[in-house]
């Protein structure tokens, strides 16, 4: 297969065409494009020598370094290490509601702003360049003071804005979850979303590389929020792409859902 896609892009600020790309990228099925984008494809997983890198590491026993256990640690605090420590991901939630306080704390938490100046804003998350691609969708099955519609979050005034009206949507995201029956259960569900002309905008194909990366980032900060709430989240990677999109109403082209948690109480 022809690569074609973001090998004449350089790195620094050049444009691209996404639209004229997109055209191309339509011939190849989605795990094609990836594959071609991160050349992750051209390992042979069979290829491994016979000797992995922890077999060829725990050899040398006499130089090796024992660490601190986190108890002997007095430097850090107590919460992040109970955090730490207790988090997990949790499949089962009671049908209570979420207060609008809770949900606020969590998005803040995951990927809002820390910090604003002269136009540019750093976040709780980390993001490759500080291009910040991935874009939050909110389902709020049973949160107080808010309908049950699907809200886009905007970071730079920390506000909720009506996006869409889906009908039966616990149901629907379960179903375009592989039947996972638990997200319905959920209070809320938290729905990543990547602009991908935002992802390769800076660093072209690596791009492609960064945003799942990125992603994990705010994924991971959610858990720790929820831990520290007390209340129960699951990471979710699990999905049809072409489903979940079209629930969404999203554009393939220019959106692509990848990765997903509900979040509800214990
Ligand atoms: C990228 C990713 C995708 C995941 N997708 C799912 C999923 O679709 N369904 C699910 O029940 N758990 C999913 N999980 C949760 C993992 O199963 C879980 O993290 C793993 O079993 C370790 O358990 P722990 O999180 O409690 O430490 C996913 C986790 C990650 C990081």
Redesign the pocket.
């Known amino acids: 297969m022809e690569p074609f896609f973001c090998y004449n892009i350089k790195r620094g600020s050049d444009k691209i065409s996404h639209r004229s790309v997109l055209k191309k990228k339509s011939t190849m099925s989605e795990k094609d494009f990836f594959l071609s984008q991160t050349m992750m494809g051209q390992v042979p997983l069979s290829a491994r020598p016979c000797q992995s890198l922890q077999q060829r590491a725990i050899q040398n026993k006499e130089a090796c370094v024992p660490l601190l256990k986190k108890t002997e640690i007095s430097r850090s605090s107590e919460s992040l290490k109970k955090n730490l420590s207790s988090?997990?991901?949790r499949?089962s939630y009671s049908l209570e509601t979420l207060s609008l306080e809770e949900l606020s704390y969590l998005i803040w938490a995951s990927q809002g702003l820390r910090f604003e100046s002269s136009g540019a804003i750093w976040r709780t998350a980390p993001s490759a360049g500080g291009c910040h691609p991935v874009q939050l969708l909110i389902a709020p099955f049973r949160v107080e003071g808010l309908s049950s519609l699907v809200y886009y979050y905007h970071p730079f005034d920390h506000t909720l804005y009506p996006y869409l009206q889906i009908g039966n949507s616990e149901d629907s995201f379960a179903e375009a979850?592989?039947g996972?029956g638990?997200i319905s259960e959920a209070a809320t569900l938290f729905v990543w979303v990547v602009d991908i002309e935002q992802a390769v905008s800076r660093y072209g194909k690596r791009g492609y590389r960064y945003m799942f990366i990125d992603a994990?980032h705010i994924?991971q900060n959610l858990?720790l929020a929820v831990e520290d709430l007390g209340l129960a989240t699951?990471?979710?990677?699990?999905?049809d792409d072409d489903e979940i999109n079209s629930l969404l109403e999203l554009d393939p082209s220019w959106y692509w859902t990848i990765?997903l948690a509900p979040v509800g109480r214990r």
């Open positions: 988090r997990r991901s499949r979850c592989l996972q638990f994990g994924c858990y699951c990471a979710i990677g699990a999905f990765y």
